[in-house]
């Protein structure tokens, strides 16, 4: 198969989009049956280049071409053109890292659904996904060769809002980093933090983390630091200047988007880690902290229960008290933190790049076969 895959989301700094496909190929270009297929990835930017020392890690051949990305998406997503072959060459399957096609005039076309939070909450979006995601997504899941979801809650999200049919939507999770030197026994720093990581996002909910750390404070209940990391938003303005206040001020730390090459110093200094989102698609700090020996708190939200199964305590998304009083067992309750974090490391193992791959190689197997079904239908209604 000559495979292509939209590595845009990639090509800056690597959130949990970009980082997800990044480690889509280079899981797949390492399978032994990949020596089969043409692997390929497609950058498009008016400034940016791809990294060499990312490039390198892909075994894939690139292609990268100077157009500006806003106006790409808004031909392909409107416009419904150019077709990829006019850009690229032939291809047999097209993969979007997003929900919506790349156009094609031959190849099997393969999106992927990440969550829908934006038809959900279609006011905490911005720019494209505003624009185009909640108007078009309907048209382009029906149309979809093969939809990819990181998690069964997903994929289950799409056949229920979409009715499409169930076999076209593959579950491909992803697989948990390889430490140097974390992932073998609980991580317990004795001069640790409190660890919240992900884009400053009204989704993300950490308007709740703060909340419930500050009542901690107040109380005098807890003396250990708040580290937050992650991209920062527009709509972040207002929190990060809540942290310039008493009494988050001198306890609370933002260090602003940490590149996956400093993730391990990062969860090194973990004591536990936060997720209090809405919504989450997969949850991949979820699975990087628990394969790094970290105990996990976590909304009982989206996918984050089927991704930490029994591993960690799980928190209602707008319960402050529920949170502050979970928060303080994990700081002060040694035994309880060692038994999560130990959960974790157990649960961590189900989930391989490995098994990804061979997940994604079948999936674009499928979108061929239904991509030649597609044309036998047409060429039976000519007839």
Not at 212 to 218: F, S
Not at 275 to 283: A, L, M, Q, T, V
Request: proline letters at 7%; charged letters at 25%; glycine letters at 6%.
């Amino acid at each position: 198969m000559q495979i292509l895959v939209d590595y845009r989301p990639a090509l800056r700094k690597r959130t949990g989009v970009g980082e997800l496909m990044h480690n889509y190929v280079c899981a797949y270009t390492r399978q032994p049956e990949a020596a089969l297929d043409e692997v390929s990835i497609f950058t498009s930017s008016w400034k940016d280049r791809p990294d060499p020392n990312a490039i390198a890690e892909l075994g894939a051949r690139v292609i990268d071409l100077k157009i500006p990305v806003r106006v790409l998406n808004y031909l392909w997503h409107r416009r419904e053109w150019p077709p990829i072959e006019r850009l690229t060459g032939t291809v047999d399957v097209v993969h979007a890292a997003h929900p919506l096609l790349i156009p094609s005039q031959q190849a099997a076309q393969v999106i992927t659904v990440h969550d829908l939070f934006f038809l959900d909450k279609p006011e905490s979006t911005t720019d494209e996904i505003r624009r185009d995601y909640s108007k078009l997504i309907r048209k382009h899941v029906l149309k979809a060769h093969a939809i990819v979801t990181p998690s069964s809650y997903t994929a289950e999200l799409v056949t229920r809002t979409f009715g499409v049919m169930a076999d076209r939507v593959h579950v491909c999770p992803p697989g948990p980093p390889t430490w140097k030197n974390l992932g073998q026994t609980p991580n317990q720093p004795s001069n640790g933090y409190v660890l919240f990581i992900g884009t400053l996002e009204p989704r993300k909910n950490l308007h709740l983390l703060l909340d419930a750390y500050e009542r901690l404070l107040n109380r005098g209940l807890v003396a250990t630091p708040l580290v937050i990391a992650g991209r920062k938003t527009k709509e972040s303005i207002d929190l990060l200047n809540r942290l310039k206040r008493p009494p988050l001020i001198g306890n609370v730390s933002y260090l602003g988007y940490v590149a996956a090459t400093q993730r391990e110093q990062l969860y090194a200094g973990a004591k536990t880690l936060v997720i209090p989102s809405h919504d989450e698609g997969f949850g991949m700090p979820a699975l990087e902290a628990m394969s790094a020996g970290i105990p996990v708190i976590a909304a009982n939200r989206g996918a984050l229960p089927e991704v930490i199964g029994n591993a960690g305590p799980l928190i209602e998304p707008t319960d402050v008290e529920e949170l502050a009083n979970t928060l303080s067992k994990m700081l002060t309750d040694t035994t309880f933190a060692k038994k999560c974090a130990e959960r974790g490391l157990t649960r961590a193992t189900a989930f391989s790049w490995d098994q990804s791959a061979q997940l994604l190689r079948r999936t674009y197997k499928h979108a061929l076969k239904n991509r030649l079904k597609a044309d036998d239908s047409e060429v039976g209604t000519l007839a």
